[in-house]
C-alpha cells in the first residue's frame, strides 16, 4: 500500500546536537512538506520542496535544514542553533494533481 | 504566512449533540479541505470541496464551501465520543507562488463527554 513514512516516532536530543528526522513516501507525489506543532497548536510551515533539488522556506525555517536529492524522501535537520526544539514534526506529500496532503504520523522530538 | 480565521478554538459537548465549526478567509480559495488530527498522529482528510456552493456529506459530517469561495463549515451530526480530536480547515489558493500549497486554520480542539 502507498503512503508516507516518518522515522522515529519518538526522538530524545541533547542540546547542542542536530538530528534528522526522516520522511519517505511511495506515492509518487511530487511536493513534500514539514510542519511543526506545539500543544494544542496548529501546524506552521517549515519548508517545502515542490521537485526534486528544490526546497523553500516556510515559516519558521530557522535552525533547520532540509535535502531532496530524491522524490520519495524528504529529511528535515534539526540543528544545534534551532533554540527550542521540543514539538511534534509532521510531514506531508501531495500529488501532480494537487488536492490535499497526505500526512505522516508524525515525530516527537523533546530535548533533554 | 497567512492563516485562516478558524473558530471555536475549542468546544466542550455531550455526546449526542450536532457540533458546527467555520473557517474564513480575506482570500478567495478554489478548495476547501477539512483534515481530524486524533492525539500523537498526524491528520487525516476528512471531506474536500472543490466548487463554490458545494455541500458534501461523509456519514455524520457534513461540510460547505461558500459561494463567496472565502470560507467554509463542517459539522458534525450526534456526536459520539470517538470524534474527540483537533480539526483543521485548509484552503488552497488559486495561483502565484501559493499555487498547490494549503493554508491552514488553527484547529478546533473537539472535546465529547459521554
Known amino acids: 500500500d502507498g503512503g508516507i513514512t516518518q522515522s522515529p516516532k519518538y526522538l530524545f536530543r541533547k542540546e547542542g546536537q542536530n538530528v534528522t528526522l526522516s520522511c519517505e513516501q511511495n506515492?509518487?507525489?511530487?511536493?513534500m512538506y514539514w510542519y511543526r506543532q506545539d500543544p494544542g497548536q496548529g501546524l506552521r510551515l517549515i519548508y517545502y520542496?515542490?521537485?526534486?533539488?528544490?526546497?523553500q522556506k516556510g515559516d519558521i525555517a530557522e535552525g533547520y535544514s532540509v535535502s531532496r536529492e530524491k522524490k520519495e524522501s524528504f529529511p528535515l535537520t534539526v540543528t544545534s542553533a534551532q533554540k527550542n526544539p521540543t514539538a511534534f514534526y509532521l510531514c506531508?506529500?501531495?500529488?501532480?494533481?494537487?488536492?490535499?496532503?497526505?500526512f505522516g504520523s508524525g515525530t516527537r522530538l523533546t530535548v533533554v | 504566512g497567512q492563516q485562516l480565521n478558524q473558530s471555536p478554538q475549542s468546544m466542550f459537548i455531550q455526546e449526542g449533540e450536532d457540533v458546527s465549526m467555520n473557517c474564513t478567509s480575506s482570500?478567495?480559495?478554489?478548495?476547501w479541505l477539512w483534515y481530524k488530527q486524533e492525539p500523537g498522529e498526524g491528520p487525516v482528510l476528512l471531506i474536500a470541496?472543490?466548487?463554490?456552493?458545494e455541500l458534501t456529506s461523509n456519514g455524520r459530517l457534513t461540510a460547505q464551501f461558500g459561494i463567496t469561495r472565502k470560507d467554509s463549515f463542517l459539522n458534525i451530526s450526534a456526536s459520539i465520543p470517538s470524534d474527540v480530536g483537533i480539526y483543521f480547515c485548509?484552503?488552497?489558493?488559486?495561483?502565484?507562488?501559493?499555487?498547490?500549497?494549503?493554508?491552514f486554520g488553527q484547529g478546533t480542539i473537539l472535546t465529547v463527554h459521554p
Open positions: 506531508a506529500s501531495q500529488g501532480r494533481h494537487l488536492g490535499g496532503y497526505t
Open positions: 470541496l472543490y466548487k463554490a456552493g
Open positions: 485548509a484552503g488552497q489558493g488559486a495561483g502565484g507562488t501559493s499555487y498547490g500549497k494549503l493554508t
Open positions: 482570500s478567495i480559495f478554489n478548495t
Open positions: 520542496s515542490q521537485i526534486v533539488n528544490d526546497f
Open positions: 506515492l509518487n507525489h511530487d511536493a
